[in-house]
């Protein structure tokens, strides 16, 4: 007698949703853009697609969207990719996977910040600039060929660009599952995160510019001092009291930069901070 097994079926997103969401990160990664949210909004918008697609009941299509609602942003063409990964991996808990949130949050956190920096070094660095001195070339002499080159070349490059990332990233996301929930988990997404910090500390040294205008009683300023002991030390306390405020005392973003913004001008007042200070966190 023939025993009865039931196989549940694997789970797989369609190609309608997975280009649904594709669109939907390509028109609207800037969806609701705040200082406090950034691309948040974006992401879950192309989100929304995958999980409607995976899950039949409302209650798993709301628990899943929770993960996408932590603070995400990145530069948008080369970060097509992670939104693509993290398809994958939702597939993946999908099917009964062991894949968390924080195997997804961790993901993401850890790659929007190098990606971020190789896509506005390739992208904003080099690419706009090379077209818009090719659309400028052919500009001279009151030319609209010059606007219409750059209009056309520019999105062209960027959906197929975009689209291409995108879809690596989602068969990645796929390919990538067990790395992610097997035995090398938890150092592959300490590595990623401290790939992330690493970026972090350096954008942190190069544009956080803060500094001190205190003349000492002996001759000399404090700023002077700091350099010769801790170079951009100011910089750092300051970066690690936002932190501190943010991720301990669950401060918000806006309240934060308040906070920054009382700091700079009652530090002006006092002759602490000079007016370059004030302009930097303003």
């Known amino acids: 007698m023939a025993e009865n097994t ?6 797989k997103v369609s190609k309608e949703a997975l280009a649904k969401s594709f669109r939907n990160w390509y028109y609207g990664n800037l969806t609701c853009f705040s200082q406090e949210h950034m691309q948040t909004f974006g992401y879950l918008v192309s989100m929304l697609p995958i999980v409607e697609d995976l899950y039949d009941k409302k209650e798993d299509q709301n628990r899943a969207l929770q993960t996408y ?6 530069e948008p063409q080369i970060g097509s990719m992670i939104v693509g990964v993290t398809v994958g991996l939702e597939e993946a ?15 993401r956190a850890g790659l929007m910040g190098p990606l971020a920096g190789i896509g506005d070094s390739l992208i904003v660095g080099t690419l706009i600039p090379i077209l818009l001195g090719i659309s400028m070339g052919l500009s ?9 080159f750059y209009i056309v070349v520019w999105n062209l490059l ?32 300490e590595a990623i995160v401290m ?20 003349q000492l009683p002996g001759g000399g300023t404090l700023q002077g ?19 501190w405020l943010m991720s301990k005392k669950k401060v918000s973003p806006i309240i934060t930069m308040l906070i920054l913004l009382a700091i700079a001008f009652v530090g002006a007042l006092c002759g602490f901070f000079g007016a370059a200070t004030i302009a930097t966190v303003a």
């Open 158 to 189: 960027a959906y197929f660009g975009m689209r291409f990332a995108y879809y690596r990233g989602y068969k990645l996301g796929g390919d990538a599952v067990e790395a992610l929930v097997g035995p090398n988990a938890q150092a592959l997404r």
């Open 225 to 243: 001092t700091l350099d010769g002991i801790y170079p951009k030390l100011l910089p750092l306390i300051f970066t690690i009291f936002c932190w």
């Open 69 to 74: 609602s932590a603070f995400f942003n990145t």
């Open 93 to 107: 808990r999908a099917n009964g996977q062991p894949v968390t949130d924080d195997t997804i949050n961790g993901i």
């Open 140 to 148: 001279q002499g009151g030319s609209v060929l010059g606007p219409i």
């Open 6 to 11: 039931t196989v549940k079926e694997e789970r």
């Open 195 to 214: 790939i992330g910090t690493i970026v972090i500390g350096a954008v942190d040294a190069t544009w956080v510019s803060i500094t001190t205008a205190l």
